[in-house]
Each structure stands twice: as C-alpha cells, then as structure tokens.
C-alpha cells in the first residue's frame, strides 16, 4: 500500500513522535509498504490534501496532532488515518471534559478544578480548599508537559503559572499516592479489546517526563502483578473508556490505583507512542503480536472505519 507516515509536529511532544515515527517508517517499509515520511508543520496543512496515498499513519502527539486538528484536514481530503476521529481525539486531548465524560459513564476519576483564566485563580485556590499534595497539569497537554506536583499554595500557584505557559487552561487535580497502571485498547464498532495491564514503575518518586522518557527511568511490568479482579476492574474501565468517548481504532487509558485499592482512570491516549519499546507494543506483544504486525492491524481498522 501506499503510507504516509506523519510524525514530529509542533507540540510539547515533538521529540517523542519523531522516535514514533521513525519506528513506524522502517516497520512499515520492512513489510513492503512504499512509504513517505512527513515530518508535520501546520504551515504544510494544504500537503496534506493531495497527497496520493491508501492511507496515513499518525505518529504525532499533542497539539496539532492528536486534537482533531489534523483528522479533520484528512476526512476532508477523503484520507483514511489510523486512531480515532475528529470529535474523539479533540475530547481525549481535552482531559477536564474528558473527566467529565468518564464521570458520566460511571469510571471512577479524582476530584478536580479547572482553571480557564488567570483572572480566576484567586477563587480557584480558595475553591481547591488547600488540598495538598495535588496536581497541577495543563489542561491539553500531554507527556506530562508543564506538570507540577504542588506541596503548598506557594508551589500551587507556581505550578498554575507554569501550566498556563502551556496551555489556556489548567487542570487541579486530587494526588493519589499508589500504583500506575495503563491498559492498551484495540477494535472498532463495539468489538474493541483491552490488551494485557502494564504496571509502570518508575525511578523518581511521580512519574514524570524523565521517568517516561529517559533510559531507565522506569520499569515496566506486564502483564502487571496485580490481581484478577483489579485487572479485570481497569480493562472495562479502559474499554468503556474508548467507547464513551467514541475512540476508534486504539488507544491506551491510564490509570491510578490508591493505596486503599480504588482505580481511577487519569486520561485516555488516542495515539500513545508507538515506539518498538513504547508501552502499546510491550503489551501486544506479550500476547504474540509483533511491532509490525501491530501497525497493519492499525491500518485495518483505519480503512474498516471508513468503509463503515
């Protein structure tokens, strides 16, 4: 088939996709793909258009990339493209109304305060109720980009400016001290299903970008040593997770698990990194499905899709 592979962009995460991408491009050539690699700019949106291809494969993260932006460039251009749609991915992206989705849809998820203005901070803070430790994120955001973890107000409030640098709005969000779990979904049209529960462990007390990102800055274990009934809890709530936000293809739902044993989800990837060594992969391939034969799956699902 004819791939194009679209990968680095212009987000916070630019370097993870670029190692994504690069995965991608030499899998996908191995298998007899004829494959081109576009290295993503907004200003290059019009490329995307006319491009002759059977498909594209997203390896891009975060802004501009995983928000809807470009999916809705390719359902114009009538381009079949791997992960979800235009309104999952921009809801996924978003994690204060994706919490509220997962909320309604019965999915356990921590107490929170959005921020959308830096007007609103006093009465935010007093509205928090100096709850600490907490976290504070950018609201659409990934990778952990402009996260703090906050011990006081004085590291609360830095933390919402550090955010804001990020993002138009800010997420405060209960810290829950326990175990990290994340549980790879695949499927379309109500036959999705959770891979094997990873078990994330990482090296710094939170797990935070240099823990996800650097060279042994965590160990995973899959599948994780948790018991039956956890693991069974987590996989629904990752499956119910895909469906309430209308995810297709796949995606991989994080979760938190409490030192009293409650599992609350924190958000939910519509294109988490697909290195060979990226969480995704480590899961499916612990079920016997190879890094290669991952991609095309993908790519079936992306034109089922379609032809649905």
């Not at 995965?23 to 290059?44: K, N, Q």
């Not at 006081?152 to 400016?161: N, P």
Request: hydrophobic share 40%.
């Amino acid at each position: 088939m004819k791939v194009a592979v679209l990968y680095g962009g212009v987000s916070g995460e630019r370097e993870v996709s670029l190692t994504s991408g690069q995965g991608m491009i030499e899998a996908l050539t191995e298998r007899g793909h004829e494959v081109t690699s576009i290295d993503f700019h907004p200003e290059r949106a019009n490329e995307l258009l006319t491009m002759d291809v059977d498909v594209v494969v997203s390896a891009l993260h975060g802004k501009y990339g995983e928000d809807g932006r470009v999916q809705s460039l390719l359902e114009m251009a009538g381009i079949p493209y791997t992960g979800s749609g235009v309104l999952a991915s921009a809801l996924a992206m978003d994690k204060a109304r994706a919490k509220i989705i997962f909320a309604a849809s019965g999915i356990r998820v921590a107490r929170d305060v959005l921020i959308e203005s830096r007007e609103s901070i006093d009465a935010k803070v007093a509205e928090w109720g100096m709850e600490f430790p907490c976290v504070v994120k950018p609201a659409q955001e990934g990778s952990s980009n402009g996260l703090t973890i906050a011990m006081d107000e004085a590291m609360l409030r830095e933390g919402i400016e550090k955010a804001f640098a990020c993002d138009s709005a800010v997420l405060v969000e209960q810290y829950i001290k326990g175990k990290e779990l994340t549980v790879p979904v695949i499927g379309n049209f109500g036959k999705e299903e959770a891979l094997p529960v990873i078990e994330i462990i990482p090296k710094n007390e939170f797990y935070d970008y240099e823990s996800k990102y650097t060279e042994g800055g965590s160990i995973h274990v899959c599948p994780a040593e948790i018991s039956d009934d956890l693991t069974s809890e987590v996989q629904q709530a990752a499956v119910l997770a895909h469906r309430a936000l209308g995810c297709s293809g796949y995606s991989r739902s994080d979760f938190l698990v409490s030192e009293e044993g409650k599992a609350y989800i924190l958000e939910t990837n519509t294109l988490p990194g697909m290195t060979p060594l990226s969480l995704f992969p480590v899961s499916a391939k612990t079920v016997g499905i190879s890094y290669g034969e991952l991609l095309e799956r993908f790519i079936e699902l992306a034109i089922e899709r379609v032809a649905k």
